[in-house]
């Protein structure tokens, strides 16, 4: 009778204890990876629901758990996860000065592989959506952080993605926001092409920045290209002078490094497609008159139009002016006929219609019943002839 009263209270004890967050932490702690994937998210659950939001001295064993580089990584990940839940913001701001350290460990090729890279994906992931996005647009720790992220050294594209994200949503004021996107551009010069995130950022007073970087390079292997192409798409006439003495200059470049042989020619094309988008810009007007021009009319070069009906609405164009161009285009266009392989049958196709009344009708531009001869894209069967 008394042993059985004292297993008893020894089992109301324990189960009492494994309600206190000691315990579930005592428990994390002390896991070993033998215990199993199970044990350990019956341990991670516990601790979740024990832990009170804001518990400072939790937050520190917790801290502890994650930067402790022997534990396995479901570990390590498991106790981000419930501090990401049970922050509050002055344990929000010390967790973002160690996710801005990790992001540079990782930059550094320190975290290639390793349980930091995939930390850095997990807290980059919650700095979009509330209320990580005001802890982090209030510090520089987190605006730093999502800048490691953008620029992306050592992480992956998805990781790369979700910081562009967080800068997209940031309560940071957007002088803040700007020169973090600046930074961005001037770490990443060899890239050719925009984001919608920095467009959405930048303005003219961004351009004397941009431009200082354009003008600083005047090597094609070397050159900012990124800067160059947001002026280009921003239509910075200011740019202009530099650019048309880059494109000269890098057609007599000579390289004789296997593979880079023709980099000079190839650049200095690519910024005469530069110099094209920013002239087409000015005056604003330019834009309608190249959408219902023929020129560009190579399938491959859809992106151009795609692009002018595009930025024609951003600098704020009439609709009705550019539905008109679109419509002018449209008539300019000769059809293509295909032939299906398998059932030899003729059909008639716009190639060149397709993406601009696709885009047209994304922007609201057209309707529906514009263009009615253009169908869905091109089947994979058919041939052109």
């Given at each position: 009778?008394?042993?059985?009263l004292?297993?008893?209270?020894?089992?109301?004890?324990?189960?009492?204890?494994?309600?206190?967050?000691?315990?579930?932490?005592?428990r994390?702690?002390?896991?070993?990876?033998?215990?199993?994937?199970?044990?350990?998210?019956?341990?991670?659950?516990?601790?979740?629901?024990?832990?009170?939001?804001?518990?400072?001295?939790?937050?520190?064993?917790?801290?502890?758990?994650?930067?402790?580089?022997?534990?396995?990584?479901?570990?390590?990940?498991?106790?981000?996860?419930?501090v990401?839940?049970?922050?509050?913001?002055?344990?929000?701001?010390?967790?973002?000065?160690?996710?801005?350290?990790?992001?540079?460990?990782?930059a550094?090729g320190?975290?290639?592989?390793?349980?930091?890279?995939?930390?850095?994906?997990?807290?980059?992931?919650?700095?979009?959506?509330?209320?990580?996005?005001e802890?982090?647009?209030?510090?520089?720790?987190?605006?730093?952080?999502?800048?490691?992220?953008?620029?992306?050294?050592?992480?992956?594209?998805?990781?790369?993605g979700k910081?562009?994200?967080?800068?997209?949503n940031?309560?940071?004021?957007?002088?803040?926001?700007?020169q973090?996107?600046?930074?961005?551009?001037a770490?990443?010069?060899?890239?050719?092409?925009?984001?919608?995130?920095?467009?959405?950022?930048?303005?003219?007073?961004?351009?004397?920045?941009l431009?200082?970087?354009?003008?600083?390079?005047?090597?094609?292997?070397?050159?900012?290209?990124?800067?160059?192409?947001?002026?280009?798409?921003?239509?910075?006439?200011?740019?202009?002078?530099?650019?048309?003495?880059?494109?000269?200059?890098?057609?007599?470049?000579?390289?004789?490094?296997?593979?880079?042989?023709?980099?000079?020619?190839?650049?200095?094309?690519?910024?005469?497609?530069?110099?094209?988008?920013?002239?087409?810009?000015?005056?604003?007007?330019?834009?309608?008159?190249?959408?219902?021009?023929?020129?560009?009319?190579?399938?491959?070069?859809?992106?151009?139009r795609?692009?002018?009906?595009?930025?024609?609405?951003?600098?704020?164009?009439?609709?009705?002016?550019?539905?008109e161009?679109?419509?002018?285009?449209?008539?300019?266009?000769?059809?293509?006929?295909?032939?299906h392989?398998?059932?030899?049958?003729?059909?008639?196709?716009y190639?060149?219609?397709?993406?601009?009344?696709?885009?047209?009708?994304?922007l609201?531009?057209?309707?529906?019943?514009?263009?009615?001869?253009?169908?869905?894209?091109?089947?994979?069967?058919?041939?052109?002839?």
């Amino acid at each position: 009778m008394i042993r059985t009263l004292a297993i008893t209270m020894y089992f109301l004890c324990l189960c009492a204890l494994s309600g206190e967050p000691d315990y579930a932490l005592t428990r994390l702690e002390n896991y070993k990876p033998t215990e199993g994937s199970l044990v350990l998210k019956d341990i991670l659950h516990s601790v979740n629901q024990t832990m009170p939001t804001g518990d400072y001295q939790s937050w520190q064993r917790l801290r502890t758990i994650i930067g402790d580089e022997s534990l396995v990584p479901q570990v390590r990940m498991g106790a981000l996860d419930i501090v990401l839940q049970k922050a509050d913001q002055r344990i929000a701001s010390e967790v973002l000065v160690d996710g801005c350290r990790w992001s540079e460990l990782v930059a550094l090729g320190q975290g290639s592989n390793s349980t930091l890279v995939l930390l850095v994906d997990r807290l980059l992931e919650h700095l979009a959506t509330s209320p990580w996005r005001e802890w982090s647009g209030s510090s520089v720790a987190g605006m730093t952080l999502i800048q490691n992220g953008a620029i992306g050294k050592g992480l992956g594209l998805e990781s790369h993605g979700k910081a562009m994200l967080a800068l997209s949503n940031s309560t940071a004021a957007i002088a803040d926001r700007q020169q973090i996107a600046l930074r961005i551009i001037a770490a990443t010069m060899g890239h050719t092409e925009t984001s919608p995130v920095l467009i959405a950022l930048l303005d003219e007073s961004c351009f004397p920045a941009l431009r200082e970087m354009v003008h600083r390079s005047a090597d094609p292997l070397t050159f900012q290209y990124h800067a160059t192409a947001y002026l280009a798409y921003l239509g910075d006439e200011g740019v202009l002078p530099t650019l048309r003495e880059r494109e000269r200059s890098f057609r007599l470049f000579t390289n004789r490094t296997p593979g880079y042989e023709d980099i000079g020619p190839r650049m200095a094309n690519l910024i005469g497609m530069w110099i094209e988008e920013i002239e087409m810009q000015h005056p604003p007007t330019a834009l309608l008159d190249f959408i219902a021009s023929n020129r560009r009319l190579e399938i491959n070069e859809s992106h151009w139009r795609e692009w002018a009906v595009r930025r024609a609405v951003e600098i704020g164009l009439d609709k009705r002016g550019i539905r008109e161009a679109i419509l002018k285009f449209a008539s300019r266009v000769q059809p293509t006929v295909v032939r299906h392989k398998k059932t030899g049958d003729s059909r008639v196709f716009y190639y060149q219609l397709v993406p601009v009344k696709r885009v047209g009708l994304s922007l609201n531009i057209l309707s529906p019943e514009d263009l009615p001869q253009v169908h869905v894209p091109v089947d994979a069967n058919l041939e052109q002839h």
